[in-house]
């Protein structure tokens, strides 16, 4: 049976965060003296009350979770963080239509980065602050940074990170995951800041540098301005962005390593973060390749955009400093590959991930070896350590489902008239929680606002399911999840 107690207390305890966070924005509101004090005044008031109301449902709830809880407790806290997320745009007006509103918060929580505002110059700073804020959040995952701030909140703590987690296998620092959350919260914390602190430095403002700076980092790809990162005419600015996109792709537990404990060596070492550099490499070159010789480009800006937007695509950042739209076709399978693939596993990044891609390979590559020699005991190994059996059949099911669901949002899409390019870019944005605008990134110019609201639940939906890695949530639609035992 699933304990419904202690799922009330925890997400009232997460509503009693996210009131917080909305309280900075109220803040925000009255020292810019704007139009949305009055809104966000209202949604802290709500966000507060409704988590008071949890906790009295959860009052003497046992601190235990069993396995079905956590599953239950994860994609809970998402979708209500969602939903009370979204009331600021609905009490100011900036968002009139739930569906959009929905859509826009589940968007900014599971750093997708997509959005239904054409124009966000025209929103107030808070709100605007709002929408970093609702990234930075939801970069390492909502519970996990509860486990780090209230670690005796989450009994069984160890069955929600099983569930909100990404990548195939998990990598500990720390006997304790409490100390492990806190550890690499504090790397994140400090990306954060030294992003900021060089944005500001090479001519940003402070408020368009601590927004960036949570999105980057983040990966999600919200920006201040609606030319994204073109709009400050800063070649220094696109380096810096290329380089914090990369730093945040990379394993947050070999960040640790290598800032903190000096270990340089074990970043080098890694498999899954030298097939991460070689794909951007590859990438980056090709598409140079075709800028320079297909477009024209001088050398050093087809390097430059190449390189940004390789790193923005397989980051899943989605922030971008030129438009491929007019691009070489081929630049844009190229950039659908490394929306597909994903930086790295344990990283603030969605896609398939890197280690996925290197496993698939070494799968492959003994299948090959089996047809010459049949009898050969030939293990996949992963940093020297073989990768159990019952971790490749999770992995041929998770290829799987992912394919089936890319294809299943396809067929919905150009069903609903959309247009082939776009609908797989749709398809591939929300499922690797990507970001990449319609308008001008791939595709014919479309708007995500031009969607029915239909397609916006079902994208909202869509990107909640990549970013818990599909199965955490698909479980929940299964019958025997729900039988008693």
């Known amino acids: 049976m699933i304990n419904w107690r202690i799922i009330s207390k925890i997400l009232g305890s997460l509503l009693l965060i996210e009131a917080f966070f909305m309280s900075w924005c109220m803040a925000m509101?009255?020292?810019?003296?704007?139009?949305?004090?009055?809104?966000?005044?209202?949604?802290?008031?709500?966000?507060?009350?409704?988590?008071?109301?949890?906790?009295?449902?959860?009052?003497?709830?046992?601190?235990?979770?069993?396995?079905?809880?956590?599953?239950?407790?994860?994609?809970?806290?998402?979708?209500?963080?969602?939903?009370?997320?979204m009331l600021p745009f609905l009490t100011h007006g900036s968002i009139t239509n739930i569906a959009s509103a929905f859509f826009e918060t589940m968007s900014g929580f599971t750093t997708t980065g997509v959005t239904i505002i054409d124009d966000v110059e025209r929103l107030p700073h808070a709100m605007l602050f709002w929408r970093s804020l609702m990234q930075w959040i939801g970069g390492?995952?909502?519970?996990?940074?509860?486990?780090?701030?209230?670690?005796?909140?989450?009994?069984?703590?160890?069955?929600?990170?099983?569930?909100?987690?990404?990548?195939?296998?998990?990598?500990k620092m720390h006997p304790r995951l409490s100390t492990n959350a806190k550890w690499i919260w504090s790397i994140y914390v400090l990306l954060t800041v030294a992003c900021g602190i060089s944005f500001w430095a090479a001519g940003m403002d402070w408020f368009d540098a601590t927004n960036y700076a949570m999105t980057t980092t983040a990966t999600g790809g919200f920006s201040t301005h609606n030319g994204s990162t073109v709009f400050f005419h800063s070649i220094t600015i696109e380096y810096l962005s290329i380089l914090f996109q990369f730093l945040a792709g990379i394993n947050f537990t070999l960040l640790y390593l290598s800032l903190f404990k000096l270990r340089l060596g074990s970043v080098v070492r890694n498999g899954e973060f030298r097939l991460y550099l070689t794909i951007v490499l590859v990438a980056t070159l090709w598409i140079m390749y075709l800028l320079v010789t297909r477009l024209h480009y001088g050398y050093e800006p087809a390097f430059r955009s190449a390189l940004f937007q390789v790193v923005s695509f397989i980051t899943t950042t989605g922030l971008s400093n030129d438009n491929a739209g007019f691009w070489p076709h081929t630049t844009w399978f190229i950039l659908g590959f490394l929306m597909f693939t994903g930086a790295c596993a344990g990283s603030t990044t969605g896609g398939f991930k890197c280690v996925r891609v290197s496993m698939i390979i070494k799968v492959l590559r003994n299948e090959f070896r089996k047809i010459l020699h049949p009898n050969a005991v030939l293990p996949v190994k992963l940093g020297g350590q073989s990768v159990p059996q019952d971790k490749l059949?999770?992995?041929?099911?998770?290829?799987?489902?992912?394919?089936?669901?890319?294809?299943?949002?396809?067929?919905?899409?150009?069903?609903?008239?959309?247009?082939?390019?776009?609908?797989?870019?749709?398809?591939?944005?929300?499922?690797?929680?990507?970001?990449?605008?319609?308008?001008?990134?791939?595709?014919?110019?479309?708007?995500?606002?031009?969607l029915s609201d239909g397609l916006k639940w079902l994208c909202a939906f869509l990107m909640l399911v990549g970013r818990l890695e599909i199965i955490a949530v698909l479980v929940l639609f299964t019958p025997s999840f729900w039988k008693k035992i």
Do not use: C, Q
Request: charged share 10%.
């Open 29 to 85: 509101a009255f020292s810019f003296d704007e139009d949305d004090v009055m809104a966000f005044i209202l949604s802290t008031m709500l966000t507060f009350g409704s988590a008071f109301v949890f906790l009295y449902f959860g009052r003497d709830a046992e601190n235990a979770l069993s396995r079905r809880d956590a599953y239950v407790v994860v994609t809970a806290t998402w979708l209500v963080f969602s939903v009370f997320g």
């Open 393 to 450: 059949v999770s992995l041929l099911a998770f290829f799987t489902l992912y394919v089936v669901l890319v294809f299943f949002t396809m067929a919905i899409m150009i069903v609903n008239g959309i247009h082939f390019t776009n609908a797989a870019t749709i398809a591939l944005s929300l499922l690797s929680n990507v970001g990449a605008g319609l308008d001008t990134n791939i595709g014919p110019v479309m708007s995500w606002a031009d």
């Open 140 to 171: 390492l995952g909502i519970v996990f940074f509860t486990i780090a701030l209230l670690p005796s909140l989450v009994g069984g703590s160890v069955k929600v990170f099983a569930a909100e987690a990404t990548g195939p296998m998990r990598s």
